[in-house]
């Protein structure tokens, strides 16, 4: 299955880089071993998108048919104390890190404002003088037109949207809450006062797949925009002459997210809606929630989630009498299932308490759920003085009656919805058989 899953990604990405074009205006394909060489370039990054990019740039440096002769890096400053006379970091970007392991020069600007900061000269033994070209891919800081037009050619910078949509530092988790089925990547001139407003040179789609969570979408558009943009370097003058200005009625924007946005809000939240912000926030900031344990309220996070197919019957076939939020377990099934908005389910396999060790659905079931109590998780803290309050559904909500509302009416057998959970059902759902009796009780 893994086989298949790598060949047909690989297939997708080849139909991606099969569409590399220019703007709108311009559908002629540029090829990467044009008449364009020995440009020296300075790359702008940070992060791991910023990474894909400078590996293709690096990849095309030592190649066969390089178009860049020259590369070095600017990048944050990575932070580490000396242990035994070793460097141990706390933190080091990714872009720093792949310029440290192929030697390239890394700058690191100091102070965070680029307003102060010299534009390095070439420093590469028989090659000196000026930078070409500056390529930015997910720098995170303001380039004032002082260092913008210390290139000879400028600078470019790498998108990974359709520009002018979602213009901003979040592009890609914008797509995903928003539930977007394509996406892409842009290659545009930077523009000295407006962030991301730039005349667009290249641009290629990616279509999103439906479960991917976030870390993929970086880094295989992180690969697209890297190849982009040497066929752009290697034919510059001519994406430039057929570049477009972007609609400026068509702007929208993201902003930068918080750890609030990874709050699970029951009353406002469908299941699809759940699993967008997991896919988003994935390795990040795990969703999180609260509950009701010992009469405290306890932070849990869920850290591994998904919707739960319509094929699979709930655990408890009248689950829609129940209120968002409720949890269902059974025996040998290997995940906790809980209802949310408008019908729909999310299964979550791995938890983390808060000020508890992380565990799978056996451990958190034995630990904190008890066979002859209801559990509700909540959206916010309350006074455990109190009872938790009846859960508020939105104005002119319609809750389903059954589960078959939920579901077209389909004819069910719920003789598998109940605490004697079969393995087809669980074969069915995708997950892995795990004998509970392994699961060891919660300290808490």
């Known amino acids: 299955m893994a086989v298949a899953a790598m060949y047909m990604q690989a297939r997708q990405m080849a139909r991606c880089l099969a569409r590399l074009s220019l703007s709108p205006t311009c559908r002629r394909n540029l090829s990467v071993s044009a008449s364009v060489s020995g440009l ?23 190649g066969t ?20 006379e070793k460097k141990v970091y706390t933190y080091q970007s990714p872009v720093d890190k792949h310029a440290t392991k192929k030697g390239l020069i890394a700058h690191h600007p ?41 290139f000879k050619s400028g600078m470019i910078n790498v998108h990974p949207s359709l520009l002018p949509k979602y213009r901003g530092p979040s ?46 979408l970086i880094e295989e558009m992180g ?28 702007v929208s924007h993201t902003r930068l997210f918080d750890r609030e946005d990874s709050v699970i809000v029951w009353e406002e939240m469908t299941a699809e809606d759940i699993f967008r912000v997991h896919r988003t926030f994935y390795l990040k900031e795990p969703m999180h929630t609260c509950m009701r344990i010992k009469n405290k309220i306890k932070w849990v996070q869920f850290l591994e989630l998904s919707a739960a197919p319509k094929s699979i019957p709930p655990l408890n076939p009248q689950f829609a009498d129940f209120p968002p939020g409720s949890v269902f377990h ?32 056996f451990q958190f079931n034995a630990g904190y759920l008890k066979p002859w109590k209801d559990k509700r998780m909540i959206s916010r803290p309350i006074n455990t003085k109190h009872l938790t309050p009846p859960f508020a559904y939105p104005e002119g909500y319609v809750q389903p009656s059954s589960y078959t509302d939920v579901y077209d009416n389909t004819e069910l057998d719920f003789k598998y919805c109940t605490k004697l959970a079969t393995k087809r059902m669980v074969k069915d759902a995708g997950y892995n058989l795990v004998d509970e009796d392994s699961a060891e009780d919660s300290d808490d």
């Open 40 to 62: 020296k370039v300075l790359f702008f990054g940070s992060d791991e998108f910023g990474e894909r990019v400078l590996r293709e740039l690096e990849g095309n440096r030592v």
């Open 65 to 84: 048919q390089p178009c860049i002769d020259h590369l070095e890096v600017v990048c944050p400053k990575a932070q580490y104390y000396m242990k035994r």
């Open 110 to 150: 100091f102070p965070a404002s680029m307003s102060s900061w010299m534009l390095p000269m070439v420093d590469g033994g028989n090659i000196s003088g000026q930078f070409d070209i500056g390529v930015v891919a997910s720098f995170g800081r303001f380039l004032p037109p002082r260092i913008i037009n210390g």
């Open 171 to 216: 592009p890609i988790q914008t797509a995903i809450l928003n539930g977007d089925s394509v996406t892409g990547v842009t290659i545009q001139e930077i523009h000295p006062s407006v962030i991301d407003g730039g005349k667009v040179l290249a641009q290629a789609p990616y279509p999103i797949p439906s479960t991917a969570p976030s870390i993929q």
């Open 223 to 250: 690969t697209l925009g890297g190849q982009l943009t040497l066929k752009v370097l290697c034919d510059l003058a001519f994406a430039r002459e057929k570049s477009i200005e972007q609609d400026e009625t068509k």
């Open 330 to 361: 059974a025996k040998k099934v290997p995940y906790i299932e809980i209802s949310c908005l408008g019908g729909g389910r999310i299964h979550v396999t791995r938890f983390r308490v808060s000020g508890k060790a992380e565990r799978d659905a």
